[in-house]
Structure formats: structure tokens, C-alpha cells
Nanobody, 124 residues
Framework: QVQLVESGGGLVQAGGSLRLSCAAS????????VGWFRQAPGKEREFVSA???????YYHDSAKGRFTISRDNAKNTLYLQMNNLKPEDTAVYFC??????????????????WGQGTQVTVSS
């Protein structure tokens, strides 16, 4: 029903910037919580940022002050602007949409649709 496609990943030097996009089809972000997660090899999937149903924005501590989440409802697209990237940001980044009901916006278990992921590699 819902398809999410991430783009914008790539290789960047430490201190550089990337802008990730997540294009949605078959649904809308307007009445749903949407977010970004990342997963490095051998590591658990980690919350990065999300926008709640009311428009509230949430960030992992490591992303605060560096990353900015936004969405364009007209384009049905979610964005993650990443500035001052660090090697520890290296991971596959996934966008996701929550189900109708969830307890915690930071929990991967709260999300029912996921994109395929886009690789972000930050060199030192």
C-alpha cells in the first residue's frame, strides 16, 4: 500500500553535509508520524529523528544541533538535512512511517512501513 523510497546518501568527508529525501507513495505523511533511523553493520537500528502527528520534532542526542528534519506535505516527501557529519554517522539510513497507534516515536517497533535505505558514509 505504502512505498517509501530514500535518496541522497553518499560519501562525504567529516564536517560535510548531506540531504536525505524520502518520497512516499500510496499514502500521506500529514496525519502520521514519520521518522529516520539508521543502522551500522553489526549494530541495532537506531532512532535519528522524527516528526510527530502534531508536527513536533524529535532528535537523537547525537543529531541535535546538526540534523534537521522536515516534511513537504504537498510533495509527500520527508527530508533530513545533515550538517557537520561525523564518521560515527556512517550507516544505512531508513525512513519510516508509524502505524495508527504507537507508544514511543523513537522505537522502531512503532513503524509499519520502511524504505529500502540509503547508505551514508562519512570519511575521516
Amino acid at each position: 500500500q505504502v512505498q517509501l523510497v530514500e535518496s541522497g546518501g553518499g560519501l562525504v568527508q567529516a564536517g560535510g553535509s548531506l540531504r536525505l529525501s524520502c518520497a512516499a507513495s500510496g499514502g500521506t505523511f500529514s496525519r502520521l508520524a514519520v521518522g529516520w533511523f539508521r543502522q551500522a553493520p553489526g549494530k541495532e537500528r537506531e532512532f535519528v529523528s522524527a516528526i510527530g502527528r502534531s508536527g513536533d520534532k524529535y532528535y537523537h542526542d547525537s543529531a541535535k544541533g546538526r540534523f534537521t528534519i522536515s516534511r513537504d506535505n504537498a510533495k509527500n516527501t520527508l527530508y533530513l538535512q545533515m550538517n557537520n557529519l561525523k564518521p560515527e554517522d556512517t550507516a544505512v539510513y531508513f525512513c519510516a512511517r508509524t502505524g495508527r497507534a504507537f507508544l514511543y516515536i523513537t522505537y522502531p517497533q512503532s513503524y509499519d512501513y520502511w524504505g529500502q535505505g540509503t547508505q551514508v558514509t562519512v570519511s575521516s
